[in-house]
């Protein structure tokens, strides 16, 4: 049997969207190994850097962070990104599991 | 994504529709798909994958294409009998776990908007209340009153219909008794123990909030376990 948990990421992101901030919407659209996170999983990020749900166990989110502020100066709709664990900066975010991780960023407007 | 289809897909989860958010990953066009609703005309010739990839309810990325396809399905209805202390925190459970709850209860004073705000709530017995509703193998009952009037007529209807998870509070001398005024109404064993009695699992504490948990983990249980 499926259930439909949902964590209202995306009623979050209208809120958002409300006050006039820039959102960048993170989903997790395919995973390898040991994943924490399932397919579908999403994080929402806005121009003054919050965040708000998540696409790893906190593995990657500083990251996904970063990438998104960087979509928005580069005023740019979307990118595809992943992190392995044989990532060179996977001390600082990769996954500690093992397992990899494609994130599809997309702005919403 | 277009802030228009955001809106959209919020009314549809609203709704309990049926649905899924179709993105192009190579250039970031995303669309809704209904069963019943033209496919927008970007994604035409995904057509029949993205189809076979909604009916499975599988997330992913269709095998060979750029196409990512999320599916949202109905959320599992949960129908709680009394609108008792229990089930004020039963609600705010289950509404973080995106079930979608209703309450019966004959009873005004209990089953109040004032006591359950954004609840539906249906001041009726059970068995007329089961006429209004739709119900089916995807369905919860939890039958909180311990008054078997007011739960045995729910509980015969959710053993009558498969209900995926069925669960009655009461110690084990009212189930006990609970289960020989079923078999004298003609129901068998096997259709009996299906009921989860005394409800929810082992945690030990005894307050309304532990309680609701305690239903709680045990009705996710069953839902993985079916």
Not at chain 2, 35 to 62: A, V
Request: hydrophobic letters at 40%; proline letters at 3%.
């Amino acid at each position: 049997m499926k259930n439909s948990f949902d964590e209202k990421i995306l009623d979050e992101a209208k809120d958002w969207l409300a006050v006039k901030r820039n959102v960048i919407l993170a989903t997790v659209i395919q995973t390898w190994g040991s994943s924490p996170r399932p397919i579908g999983s999403k994080m929402i990020i806005n121009d003054k850097g919050d965040f708000s749900g998540s696409v790893t166990g906190g593995c990657v989110e500083t990251a996904v962070v970063r990438e998104s502020l960087n979509l928005l100066k580069e005023n740019k709709n979307f990118k595809k990104i992943e992190f392995k664990v044989s990532n060179e900066s996977a001390w600082e975010f990769g996954l500690a599991c093992g397992g990899e991780v494609s994130i599809f960023l997309e702005q919403i407007n | 994504m277009k802030k228009k289809l955001l809106n959209k897909i919020i009314e549809n989860k609203e709704k309990k529709i049926e649905f899924a958010i179709i993105t192009n990953l190579k250039n970031g066009e995303s669309c809704i798909f209904e069963k019943n609703t033209p496919l927008d005309k970007n994604f035409e010739k995904y057509k029949d994958k993205i189809f076979s990839q909604f009916n499975k309810k599988n997330n992913g990325i269709i095998e060979g294409t750029e196409i990512f396809v999320e599916t949202y399905i109905r959320p599992i209805k949960i129908i709680i009998v009394g609108a008792v202390h229990i089930a004020q925190y039963l609600v705010d459970f289950a509404k973080n776990l995106n079930f979608e709850i209703l309450i019966i209860d004959p009873r005004g004073y209990f089953a109040s908007k004032k006591r359950f705000p954004k609840v539906k709530i249906i001041n009726k017995w059970p068995k007329e209340a089961f006429n209004e509703i739709t119900t089916d193998q995807n369905t919860a009952l939890i039958a909180l009153t311990h008054d078997p009037k007011i739960d045995d007529p729910a509980l015969q209807h959710a053993i009558k219909n498969n209900f995926f998870y069925i669960g009655a509070l009461g110690s084990k001398k009212t189930h006990s008794n609970r289960c020989d005024r079923l078999k004298k109404n003609g129901f068998t064993n096997e259709q009996i123990i299906k009921i989860y009695g005394p409800i929810g699992i082992k945690l030990g504490g005894r307050s309304a909030p532990e309680i609701a948990l305690s239903i709680m983990a045990q009705l996710v249980s069953v839902v993985y376990k079916k």
